[in-house]
């Protein structure tokens, strides 16, 4: 039996295409090197028994968990004083921790505090993928994945050894899963110094995290779930955004059950009859729907009847990814980023997000300000909501008027994050998420928010990266016999695209002539239509001006796919599918 196990990271990111669509959780790619390396962010050596690394790309689909013993070689260490068993569990953090008695007053003092605090801070989730490399800035940041791309030789990723066969249907399962887990359990106390609760933080949770979390002693530095489940709903998002004078594309938003129905609301809101049907939560494109006619709206009517949907005028747009920080100083707006969706050679999604590129011209100025400001106003209402830290919003660009809109709020970390946190306004300040880190580290802060913000908008401008996600778009079932190694890749003097040495992460690629590949599954692993087999991070473009990808990215896919070996299963062997998880 195959288990295809929920995503994780990536908001994975997934994507859907609307007048519309966008991805909604995406799936993590990575790859990237820092403009000006810089000394001080060299990642710091922990002190731990042996590891196992781990890591995948954000929305993992998993085959078989391998149950091999560690790997990798032990190490002498002195473990870290255990917490007490005596020690009161974490209350949930729904604001700001309370302070400690130091105040941070510039950037430079709070890259200082980063880089010296020890409080230990653990990424949780099926691969490292959305926030891998940074533990460049975090002393204390390290990774705890399901799935292991480096075979044990990363030294701050941790793995459980002991996997038993689950068929996982959510990353949040996969989450909650890991965090009970024994051997998790023992290498976060390890980790742990007495009378120090340590953070957590991830992609996927929901309400029984939540509650391990309270009862381990753990903080989940997170936004509530229950909140989040909210505003995950595009309805409940287009709502609150237009009490903030956010613009979404012209819509209506209703219950249908005909065709009929459809041309009444349609009809009465001006919005024609070329159309784009979106349910309230969305996974990877495969919840939103392009219909023009009765035929075609009855193809997927078993889908709508019944649910509150959200009915577009269909536009020609591009659409732009933007990740922010909501903090008590006001929203830290990131990069402007198009997005990479629907290519055959990446995806068998119509619609299907594959990955992010940002560049110089990837919106020109007045639109790329007019962006950054309706994230911004989106944020500050988010904030009267409730919601702090990391979030997500995907702009649509009519490519027609050059007017831009709201396409969706995902309200957690992204795919799209392996770019934002390696941009020249990262490595000149701080990645964006250490601004998340920051609001929920309990130290009092001060930060220039409108500073801060025209200083990454015009940094963005010159900065150029590209990571795309590797599915499996063929129907086969396969095992896999072999499998690229993640690590680094350069074109040699014949231009070959071939395996140059392991690598940690993407913060040393220069050019487009080197990639960081993330292996998501090995040898031992089955690959299924829509499995993603890896990420690759890049310093160059991959799409051309023409909307397809370029003849380098071309020869990239082509290369990596050929790395792979493996033996179809026979047909008469069962495949059972999860049921998709919402939020994917």
């Known amino acids: 039996m195959v288990r295809k196990a929920a995503s994780s990271g990536a908001d994975s990111q997934q994507g859907t295409t609307a007048a519309t669509a966008s991805p909604r959780t995406r799936k993590a790619a990575a790859t990237a090197v820092p403009p000006e390396p810089t000394p001080t962010l060299e990642p710091v050596a922990p002190t731990l028994e042996p590891t196992v690394a781990a890591v995948v790309a954000p929305d993992v689909k998993t085959g078989p968990a391998k149950t091999s013993g560690v790997r990798g070689a032990l190490t002498k260490r002195i473990p870290a004083p255990r917490r007490s068993r005596t020690s009161k569990p974490a209350p949930r953090i729904r604001n700001r921790s309370k302070g400690d008695g130091r105040h941070l007053n ?37 990774y705890i994945t399901y799935y292991d791309s480096w075979e044990g030789t990363h030294p701050r990723v941790f793995t459980p050894a002991d996997k038993p066969y689950i068929e996982f249907q959510s990353g949040e399962e996969i989450n909650n899963w890991l965090l009970t887990n024994h051997e998790v359990r023992a290498h976060i106390e390890h980790r742990t110094p007495a009378g120090v609760h340590p953070k957590i933080v991830m992609v996927f949770f929901n309400e029984e995290t939540e509650h391990i979390c309270q009862e381990l002693g753990y903080e989940l530095i997170l936004p509530p779930a229950a909140l989040r489940e909210r505003l995950d709903s595009k309805m409940e998002t287009t709502r609150i955004a237009t009490s903030a004078g956010v613009d979404s594309v012209p819509n209506v938003m209703t219950t249908v059950d005909s065709w009929a129905d459809v041309v009444k609301a349609t009809k009465a809101a001006k919005l024609g009859t070329d159309l784009v049907i979106q349910t309230a939560y969305g996974d990877s494109g495969k919840t939103t729907y392009f219909v023009t006619s009765e035929e075609e709206f009855d193809a997927v009517a078993e889908n709508l009847r019944g649910e509150e949907v ?35 050679a990446l995806t068998p999604y119509r619609g299907g997000w594959a990955g992010n590129e940002m560049y110089p011209d990837v919106l020109a100025e007045k639109a790329r300000h007019a962006t950054t400001e309706l994230v911004r106003r989106l944020g500050d209402r988010l904030a009267k909501e409730g919601y702090r830290g990391f979030f997500e919003v995907d702009v649509l660009l009519d490519t027609d008027t050059d007017e831009v809109y709201l396409g969706e709020l995902n309200p957690r970390i992204s795919g799209a994050s392996a770019i934002t946190n390696v941009t020249a306004g990262a490595y000149a300040d701080v990645p964006l998420f250490v601004f998340h880190l920051l609001e929920y580290s309990g130290v009092e802060f001060t930060l220039d928010v409108d500073e801060i913000n025209a200083r990454w908008e015009e940094l963005a401008s010159e900065d150029e990266w590209s990571h795309i996600v590797i599915k499996h778009t063929d129907k086969t079932v396969e095992h896999i016999d072999a499998a690229p190694t993640t690590g680094l890749y350069v074109l040699d003097g014949q231009g070959r695209f071939v395996f140059a040495h392991r690598e940690l992460d993407w913060h040393l690629v220069n050019n487009e002539s080197e990639a960081f590949y993330l292996r998501i599954y090995g040898p031992g692993d089955y690959r299924w239509k829509g499995a993603d087999l ?18 380098h990215a071309r020869h990239l896919i082509e290369s990596i796919r050929s790395m792979y070996r493996a033996t179809p299963l026979p047909d008469s062997e069962p495949v059972k599918w999860p049921a998709p998880a919402k939020g994917n």
């Open 106 to 142: 510039n950037m430079s003092e709070i890259r200082h505090f980063f880089r010296t605090d020890e409080s230990p801070i653990f990424f949780v989730g099926a691969s490292a993928f959305n926030l891998l490399g940074l533990d460049r800035w975090v002393r204390g940041f390290s």
């Open 310 to 344: 959200k009915i577009m005028k269909r536009i020609n747009n591009r659409p732009i990814a933007v990740e922010a920080v909501i903090t008590h100083h006001g929203t830290i707006v990131g990069p402007c980023m198009t997005e990479i969706t629907g290519h055959k």
């Open 534 to 551: 890896g990420i690759l991070v890049t310093k160059g473009r991959l799409q051309g001006s023409h909307g397809g990808l370029t003849i």
